[in-house]
Structure formats: C-alpha cells, structure tokens
C-alpha cells in the first residue's frame, strides 16, 4: 500500500530510456478487431406481430396488424435493430522510437498513432502521443534528467447518452416491424415506435447526434540528483502538467423534443508539482539490505472552464458554430483550486534475499477537507518469504521462484471536489401564479465542515510461483478490502432546500480471490509467445450506511412507474444494486378479476404485491 496515492491501486510506470552508443530505430505496428460477441435474442417480426394481436385481443381493441401484414413479415423478416446499429471495428496502431546517446548524456524520442473505431457505428477514437527523455551524468555525484510527454485524443460518439437516448438500448426495445429505410431508399428516422419503445430511433441516436471530446496534455518533468555519499543519495524533481478538453454536442431535430440542441464545454487545468527524496541503500556483511526513503513532496492544482447549451436552433446545420442563432439555456463558469502536501517513509530490509520486510508511513494534508481533517495517517507493513531461496528446496529444483506475501496498510481517498465542505447556489428560474418567470438562485450543496478522509484497510495473502523449466508462472491471492468513511454525493429533499450534500456515509467490504497463470511456450532472439489467464471472484457488501437508510443514486435508464432512480445504497446489499418492482410476467385471461383489484386487464405487466395491500406503487 502507498497511502492515499495508492487509494485506487498503483501502477509503476518505467520510462523507456535511451541506451548509449549506436542511434536505434524501431517501428511497431499492430492491427486489431472488434465486434460484439452476441447479442440480445428478440422475437421476429412475425411473432412480434402476433403478440401485439393478442394483447389487442386480451384488451379488448382492434388488432394493429393484418393478417398480409404478418405474413409479410414472416416470410420477408423484419428489422434487426442490433445489427443495424452494431459494427466488425478494425483499429490500427503505431509507435517510432529512436534512441541513442553518449557515454554521458542517453536520449530516447518516440511518437505513437492509434486509430480505433467503436462496434457502435459512427464512433470513433483517435490518439497522438509523443514522448522523449533525456538523461545525463554531468560528474561523479551530479545527474540530471528531464522527460516531456505529450498527446492530443479525440473521441467521436463514445459518450453513449444514459436512459431513453440510448442506442444500445433502443435497439433492445424498439419493435422489429418498422422498417428501417423508408420508401425512398433513406434511413427511416421517424421519432417513434408506434407500438414499441418510447424512445427515439435507434438509428437516428447514431447518426443524428454528434459528441465530440477533445483532449490535449503535455507534461514535462525535470530533476537533480546528487550522490552524497556512495548509497546515499538526494533527488529534487518538479513538474507541470497542463491539460485543456473541450466537449461539443449537438442533437437534430430528429432525437430533440426541443427544436435541436447543442452544448458545448471547456476547461483547463495545470498541476504543479515538487518532489523531494532522500534515499539510502547499503548491504551489509553481504546479506543485509537496507532501503531507506523520506520523501516530501508538494501539489497544486488549477483548473478553470465555462459551458453554454443551446435549443430551439435556428439552423441546426452550424451545430456549436454558432451558438447565437437559437435559446440560450444558463450558461455556467467555474474555477477552482486544491492543495496537498505529503511526507512519506519507508523502510525495506532483506536478509539474503529469503527473509523480507518493508514498512511505511504516509502524512497526506489535502486542502479540499478543513480544520482537524486536512491531515491522513496511512501505515502499513509487509513479509515475504523467498521459499525458493531456501537450500531444501533449490534441491528440489521444481520452481524458479517460490514466495509467500502478506501484507496490511491503510490507503485514503480525497477523491472530492476543492470546496465540498462548502455551501454553493446554482442559478434558477423562479415562476410565479401569472405563470412569469424571473431569474433566482437555489441551493445547490449543503455545508459540511465535518467531511474527511475516506480510509481503506487491506489485507493481502499471495503465493507466487514460477516453475522449471518450462516458462510457466502462478500467483494466488486473497485479499479483504474494508472501506470507511465512504464519501458519497447524498441528494436532499426539497423541502430541507434540495441540492445535495458529500458525505461520509459507511463501511464497504470487498474479498475475493485473484488467480493468474501465464506461460512462455517459446522463447527466442526472433520470436516469442507469451500466454496469459486471469480469474478473478470478488464478494462486495455495504456494512453500514451511517444514519441514512435506502440511498438512491440518480436516474440514469428513465422513469416509469416510479421516478426513484433504479440503483439503490442498501446495507446488506452490493454498491449499485438494481431496485424497482419484481416483475411477475403479464396478466393472463383467466386472472381476470385479480388483475381489476389493480386496475390492470389481462396483457399488463404484472408485479408483485409484497405487502398484500392490492396497491402497486
């Protein structure tokens, strides 16, 4: 564990140096293919069509369709609106490094191209990337080093709309008897299903609409270390991150309610950062390692943007690129900034190689929490056992490497936003009886000075294994990941001012198993094949949810017969489970005057009534 840096995982990054001597250059390429593996099973249009008959029947109407009609449809077929919307994607990537250097400065420069486009038709991703270092030894105890990455991604139609305007889920709902090209050879993009879904057309949600998401980020990071004596050393770094996106929306006519739309989104933000490190490392009497770090080191971040949506577009045709021609909607502006200042300790000790230990503590102050609760302790502590090491079972010679792991740290989470302890209105629009409106300000969070540091306890078990020698290598391990103090955006009733409030709200539990296994079945100068199978089984538990009952997220599918959202916050139950009614199937003709107790005929949906009240709802 790393203490809070570490609250969603670590992933060690090496960069890729250059080597001394002859410049390299190397090209990779790789080409890929994507497609969704199976999809929904549905009823054909034919069948499709005798069932809204009978339900027609069961309700006591006219039949939608004829008997030409069905017939029609059973022997042409109907729509597949699955496969209409759904793509075989053949991405391409390529990277071009050079390196090289001199017996006191090494270099690498490499750029990269990837070109992937989604299975859903008219998405697409694109990104550029280059990235360069430079290293170099300027004495005996001077060094100096700086690396500069940088790159620019385009998304095209990947922020797939939530709920009704979804196309994956309209393909599921919309009723495979509308065509999909109308008389003239065009996609039919009628609004609506006249005997299906309530949503728009499938097709048109992904033609008619457009989200662009533009990324552009460049980071530079430059450093000085000195040797001080021959294993101790001190490393000062700093570094700027800058990065600005933009995102741009626009809706036809055809999936608007409201005359086309258009949004349109930017921000920017620049971190700054400062690292300070002391190391030590020394073997003694040629069995004794010794690792000592203390490190501090300081952020800052900055982050600035505005967004503007426009309806009822005069000219839909010019999307976001004029934004006067149709009603404006409120604009919004914002800035914000966060601190953290971090000291951190660790010491790792081996005794020839067999018998490992490391321990470390971490002191996170972050300026997003207030008063007393700026400041995070995060310890832990881990043991290893090399068994291979040890001489009964080098002469066995069946593994490689055999090592048993245990480990315990706390990690912390600040994941919230620079003045969420702070109330904040939002812009309103007030109407009054004569039906005027006038502009007005609303709450939009709740204060609370007592939010603080969300802390995570794991504990791991691991056994690793690589076996001789036929390349083949297996880990196991069983963690339990206990959380506290989860911070969570709580909603609040209107009636104690609406808005929202963040929250430390429980205890969340996760354990589970993690199994790897891989294999180098052939290994050489030319060609290599390397093999790799991961299972994972996680068990995840709400433990307690402090004062606040049922928590439900926001709505993100639609509402229906209830507007409560479809994802609960239950003690007992996993993070993100499904609420809503239990569907029982539908009426049938002979429950006839059960299904009146609930104003239902036969053909409706039917739903349990788990309190016996003859009420659904």
């Known amino acids: 564990p790393y203490g809070s840096r570490g609250s969603n995982g670590v992933i060690i990054i090496t960069t890729k140096k250059g080597s001394k001597g002859k410049t390299q250059l190397s090209l990779t390429s790789r080409l890929s293919s994507s497609q969704v593996i199976k999809t929904y099973d549905k009823l054909n249009a034919g069948d499709y069509a005798e069932t809204v008959n009978a339900y027609d029947a069961a309700v006591g109407i006219n039949p939608y369709f004829t008997a030409d009609q069905i017939n029609g449809f059973k022997t042409n077929g109907g729509t597949d609106w699955q496969k209409e919307i759904y793509q075989k994607a053949l991405g391409q990537q390529y990277e071009l490094g050079i390196d090289g250097g001199t017996d006191k400065t090494s270099y690498h420069i490499s750029g990269s191209y990837q070109d992937l486009p989604g299975v859903i038709k008219n998405s697409f991703y694109k990104f550029y990337s280059i990235r360069s270092n430079i290293n170099t030894q300027l004495s005996n105890k001077f ?91 001190f490393n000062v770094q700093y570094g700027v991150n800058y990065s600005t996106s933009e995102y741009k929306n626009f809706g036809d006519l055809n999936v608007s309610p409201e005359g086309g739309y258009t949004t349109r989104n930017t921000g920017t933000s620049i971190g700054l950062q400062n690292t300070n490190t002391l190391n030590y490392k020394h073997t003694f009497n040629g069995d004794h390692h010794l690792d000592v770090t203390a490190v501090l080191e300081v952020q800052k971040n900055t982050w600035e943007g505005f967004n503007v949506g426009i309806n009822h577009l005069i000219y839909p045709s010019f999307m976001w690129n004029n934004l006067a021609l149709g009603t404006a909607q409120q604009p919004g502006s914002g800035i914000s900034e966060s601190a953290m200042v971090s000291l951190f300790g660790r010491v790792s000790y081996a005794y020839k190689d067999k018998y490992l230990f490391s321990g470390t503590i971490r002191r996170d102050a972050a300026s997003v929490f207030r008063d007393n609760n700026k400041v995070g302790y995060f310890p832990s502590l881990s043991l290893g056992w090399v068994i291979s090491n040890e001489q009964f079972m080098k002469d066995l010679n069946a593994f490689k490497l055999l090592k048993l792991r245990g480990s315990w740290g706390l990690t912390g989470n600040q994941a919230v936003g620079a003045y969420s302890t702070y109330a904040t209105y939002k812009s309103a629009t007030a109407t009054y009886s004569n039906n005027s409106n006038v502009p007005a300000i609303e709450i939009d969070r709740s204060e609370n000075k007592d939010l603080k540091w969300e802390t995570t306890e794991q504990k791991d078990l691991d056994l690793d294994m690589q076996f001789n020698p036929i390349g083949l290598h297996a880990s196991v391990d069983y963690f339990v990941k206990d959380t506290r103090d989860l911070l969570f955006w709580v909603g609040l009733p209107m009636f104690s001012g609406g808005g929202g409030i963040e929250k430390n709200i429980g205890e969340v539990t996760n354990k589970g198993w993690e199994l790897s296994l891989g294999a180098t079945p052939v290994s050489s100068h030319n060609f290599s094949w390397n093999t790799e199978f991961n299972y994972s089984v996680v068990n995840n538990k709400i433990v307690k949810l402090t004062g606040e009952g049922d928590i439900f997220d926001d709505p993100d599918i639609g509402w229906g017969m209830t507007s409560l959202p479809e994802f609960v916050l239950r003690e007992g139950e996993s993070m993100g489970a499904f609420w809503g009614y239990q569907y029982l199937g539908t009426w049938k003709p002979k429950d006839q005057a059960e299904a009146a107790k609930y104003g239902a005929v036969p053909g409706d949906s039917r739903y349990a009534d788990l309190n016996g009240d003859n009420t659904i709802g």
């Open 143 to 233: 060094s100096t080093y700086i690396n500069f990455n940088g790159f620019i991604r385009n998304n095209t139609n990947t922020f797939l709309n939530a709920g009704q305007a979804n196309p994956v889920a309209q393909s599921i709902a919309w009723s495979p008897t509308v065509p999909t090209f109308d008389a003239n050879g065009y996609h039919n993009l009628v609004k609506s299903d006249p005997i299906g879904s309530v949503g728009f057309n499938p097709i048109a949600e992904i033609t008619e609409r457009l989200a662009k998401a533009s990324n552009y980020n460049a980071n530079i990071m430059g450093g000085l270390l000195y040797k001080i004596i021959p294993d101790l050393s």
